[in-house]
């Protein structure tokens, strides 16, 4: 938010693109307004792209009005929740939708030029974000279901997967070397989201990946409620069972069925390969097929083919009921959005409020100065934004929509002195054994108070310390004491 | 759908659309700044936090004030959201009523029509309380979808059917919004004075044509009296009715409001503002009584314009008391009679009362905008003003040595600050509480307020401060230490009890009262 992202910043984790549109287009900054429009600028030219040119539906009345349904999704919702990447995530859907029509237009023109072009692409959009495959996956394998509605052999159909296939192949390799070359160069760490699966354990995985993909398409989440999520699962069920009731012999239906059997692999691909052993700090606790973010680049576009498939069809009873499922689907999506929205504000706003409350405390207590440089520690979190939200019977998850507060209690150094006049805090934010006083001994051991009592915060030249819940006061003072034993 | 749509004259053709669309955009930008901020006023605190049902209003007798929200929006009070869907039926609500008052169809005469009446400063008045913003700009639609639907029923082969149906459309909004009642007798009387004056039909067949919508309002009017006597609200002061023995004597009170309120200023109504709105009434009037070539007839106009005019101020004032110059019942009622001289400029065929019409236009609306956007500015101010201090509460409470968290405490606020007239330095006549009197940090929402952005819920909400919680050392606080807001002995915590003091006139209305407890 201070100092922008510089172009290196998604090293790291092995993002090598992340930040290089954001760079490109504003110089790298998080800007009110303009980052948010940017984006779904984007992401809406990919939604319009893939309906009209990639799966060559008809525009219609209903037709937009499916799109604009799902393309407001409360998946969207995690997208907006970090403002360092919105811009780059709302764009990779634009990515995956090129590298989609520059594989299928190699089926009729120029393979040589047009599969490369759709690896190259595709490979710099899951250099920025491995999830976003997802979309590529479950959209070429709606393209592949929706062009075998003849009677097609396996020889027709190699053809037709091959520029898909070898795309993801070459795009994976190069990413593979890519990661390879920053590891060696220790410019990538080993963190939850880039580290793959052993094959037998994918294979193991099988299971579980359909267990996990038929419930979350019925576990009510925050924002997702259970009448959100029945309504998807009506339209992908009647999706399925009109495309089975238009296939001629059962071959042509086996066929179909295989290829909805491998459909759950593409919309959770990236959960399918991912290790689900969550780091300390930066992992996302929730289960990697309850991931709302990773979700946002499959969900919406299969369920945009479906209401489509099931509108072009020549019945009217399945017309007029996608019109209605898509139109309450559009009621639910923006109750939800400005549900998140609200709560959102008021939840930030109230954690704001907290920490103006504790920084007035902390500046207003002995021996306090602005010239020094402290080490913060801040013993718990105090998430304010399940406070605003009426959760709904059977929810569960919701890390990053609900769970976490907006401020880190292992980041102190960027909102403690956030609107401070001096910076008073550094970046390290572990109290180190040798510097431990007996006035900070006797903290730690005796005291049992907890913010907002006085007696909830120390402060000496070097450190502060802040008791803010009871259960971050029990995890230090254990550790504490585990550190005294070990001595 | 269509041919029924198409038989109650409620099709939209391009111009039709057009004018929507654009009057829609127009009305929105107008309220951009508070829509987009989110401002809540001090009904709101509970309803922000916990959301709405159907049941909310029942004891105040409001039985179907939030089935829109809990049909549109599940019951949240949602940011943006609320405001759009007001202003989108608000917007339909007044196209209906440009087709029922045959106002002559063309996009500026349309987009002129809604976005005047919509803009004027009455309507901030639905935007101060969000948990009504929606219901209560959504009567208008249900109200003139009713006289819409009732203006066909002489014509119609199903009279019962569609009787009832109006009156449904009556009993939504009388259940919600009493006051309504306005907006259908405003309504009705200028669409007989258009009738009268512009199809020259005798009286006695217009009434004969409009009798039936007076059958569905008795309806409906009956079957909400019914309703209110089934589910017996509390005894609240909005369900306060004047003896019928009064109303005779409340008759010369009618007349004269009725003429006051066209000169009296009004937080962002000024004077100047009022004068001109009061210049086009008087030129359409005048335009009306013209028009009429015989004696008889104009003076039977001008009986009708009267009519009309003293229904926007009489309707509920005659049955509810202290009911006069308030916002939020005028922009059902005055309001409606300056859209209905706008609308009487823009029937008249002579190209000059066109031309007045458009001047007037030029003036008022901006006029609104300028009045609308101060008005959401100062709001803004005076909410920030208020939750700072809201802010400084808690935080005073949260560091007092006494405060614990797993405590709960019995509170009481003394009094209120509000600081939105602080910002608003125009003269006006009268005061009007939605619009600028009213505080944020109301007095009897303080429990919920204090701790609205605190990490902790340490208020018992069911049990009030009580006299048993008046312990001899709270006594003595009060009667000896305790000082208005700022000071630091403004605020008492201790045991389970939690007294903040606002006002020096509420400290000392609470000593009287622990004075006489003891």
Known sequence: MIVGNPITSGLIEGRFSQYLLPNLLIDGQIFPLINIILGFAFYALAMALLYTRFFDFKPSFAGTLSLCAVSILPYIIEILYFQFIILSQLFWPLTITLALLAAKKSLTDHPLIFIPLSSLILFFTIGGYPAAINLYLTAALLFLLQNASEKITFKKLVPLALPFITSVIVSFIALYAVHQGLQANHKMMALYNNQPLSLKDLILKIPFMYKAVVLSLLQPQPYLSLTLKLIMTTIILLCFIADMTNRKDSLDRLFHIILWLILPFCLKFSAWLINENPDEYFAQHDPATFMLRADFYAVPVFLMYCLSALNQKNYHLLKNLSFILAFALLGLNLNADFNYSKVQKLGFTAETLL???????????????????????????????????????????????????????????????FYEPENFVITEHAILPENITPEMRNFLATNLKTWPAKSSLYIDNSYIILFLTPKGRQMITKQFKNLRSSK | MNKLLKKFNLTADKTDLKSLCISFALINFVFLYNTLNFLWGNHDVKFVKDGLELSSGLFEGRFTQFIPHVLLTNGEILPILNNFLGFFFLTIGLWILAKYWDIKKTCLNYVLFITFFATIPYTLSWLYFTFITLSCLLWVFFAILGLQLSAYIANSHHKTILTFISALFFYLPLGGYPPVINTIAVCLMAKICFTYLFENKRLSAIIKTYQYTVYAVLIAAFATKLTLKIIEPDNVYNLEMMPFAEIPQKLISIIKISVIQFGLSQPFMEIGYKIIMLIMVLTAITGAILKANTITKRLTTLALLILTVLAAATTTFLVIPHTEYVSRIDFYGIAFVYSFTLALLLKFKLPLARSLALIFMMILIPFNLINDYRAQKIWQQGQTAEFQILDNLMERIESHPNFDTNQKYHFRQLGDISMRPRYYKQNFAYNEPFLLALPYLAMWQGARLVEFFSPYEYIDQITPLSPSDITPELHQFMMTTARPWPDKDSIYVKNNVIIVIFSQNELDEFRKMIEKLN
């Open chain 1, 355 to 417: 920490q103006q409350r504790i920084n007035n405390r902390i500046t207003e207590t002995a021996p306090f100065d602005f010239n020094n440089n402290y080490i913060v520690v801040q013993a718990g979190e105090l998430p304010l934004r399940p406070h605003y939200y009426i959760a709904k019977p059977l929810e569960n998850y919701g890390y990053y929509t609900m769970q976490i507060p907006s401020t880190r209690y292992w980041l102190p150094n960027e909102f403690y002195a």
